[in-house]
């Protein structure tokens, strides 16, 4: 094969196609037809002389060299974005996209709102996408560039990290339950009672709190809603560990059972904002963390 000829159009295309693993779902993010979709596939793999994805109708799944050339992809089409977003800076029109990567209710329920009430006053023409997964999700989104900045938990070596803001972890109880007469509840206290475990952002960091302790909590169930351990704690099912910044008060008054308690010793965490190089940030993005890091 002497050249490869492609578009932005077409790469913009295969990384959609990727992620939706529809024609349906890729022709209604683009808004174009579903044969377009095709036609630009068709043209990549008839162009690099490979097969991108496999067929079953209208779904589809990467191939391994789709795997591998869609890396490559998401570089050209970041590496476009940048271009685009520099020369927008230059000329002060500040338009663009801002993907974000968020995990669990602490980033997406109370920081990007304080964040972006701040960034949308200053970039009201700036695009927003929120896209909400575990913290492993949102580490291999930064990696694969699917997102632009995502919320991690410091430290976080892989990326150029950027502190924001630091939180607690909290233990839930019961008021009926002997401990919730306690002023702060210990480890070794709440292995006793069935476990509602955290199966969003704060899983990791609290499977560690627990093995740092020699400590094997009995997990009764796993949940990734907040608002779904809450209420079985509400009901009595168990006690659970999470994230103080991912409750309120006014959340907190629609579950009068559920007693919040600190934890003895106290357990913090640091929330940041990650990149996969910031030598390669864009301007948006940018202004995204230093608005960040002044709320």
């Known amino acids: ?14 990384a959609m196609l990727a992620e939706q693993k529809s ?16 036609h630009a596939i068709k043209g ?14 209208n779904e589809v799944e990467l191939t391994e060299v789709g ?5 490559h992809a998401k570089e050209i089409l970041n590496t476009s974005n940048l271009l685009k977003q520099e020369i927008s800076d230059i000329h002060g029109f500040h338009s663009g996209t ?6 669990g209710a602490s980033s997406s329920n109370v920081l990007i709102p304080l964040i972006l009430e701040k960034f949308s006053l200053q970039f009201p023409n700036i695009e927003v996408f929120i896209k909400e997964g575990t913290d492993k999700d949102i580490s291999q989104w930064i990696h694969d560039r699917t997102i632009d900045v995502g919320f991690v938990v410091l430290p976080e070596e892989r990326f150029d990290t950027f502190p924001v803001i630091e939180d607690i972890f909290i233990a839930l109880i019961p008021k009926s339950n002997p401990l919730a007469q306690h002023s702060a509840v210990r480890l070794n206290e709440l292995v006793e009672y069935p476990f509602l475990m955290t ?13 740092k302790a020699n400590l094997s909590p009995k997990i009764k169930s796993y949940f990734s809603q907040i608002l779904t351990i809450i209420n079985m704690v509400n009901n009595n099912a168990g006690v659970s560990i999470v994230a103080d910044m991912a409750l309120n ?7 009068p059972n559920v007693q919040k308690m600190p934890l003895s010793p106290n357990v913090k965490r640091s929330i940041g904002l990650a990149v996969k190089n910031k030598k390669q940030i864009s301007p948006i993005a940018q202004a995204f963390i230093d608005i960040a890091q002044t709320v």
């Open 1 to 14: 094969m002497d050249r490869v000829a492609m578009t932005f159009t077409q790469l913009s295309i295969f």
């Open 23 to 38: 024609f349906t779902g890729a022709a209604q993010r683009l808004q174009i037809t579903q044969s377009a979709i095709s």
């Open 44 to 57: 990549l793999e008839q162009e690099w002389a490979v097969t991108l994805f496999y067929r079953n109708h």
């Open 67 to 71: 795997i591998r050339l869609l890396v």
């Open 98 to 103: 801002l993907r974000i990567g968020s995990f």
């Open 199 to 211: 199966s969003a952002g704060s899983q990791n960091h609290v499977t560690e709190m627990f093995r």
């Open 249 to 255: 008060k006014d959340l907190m008054t629609l579950f």
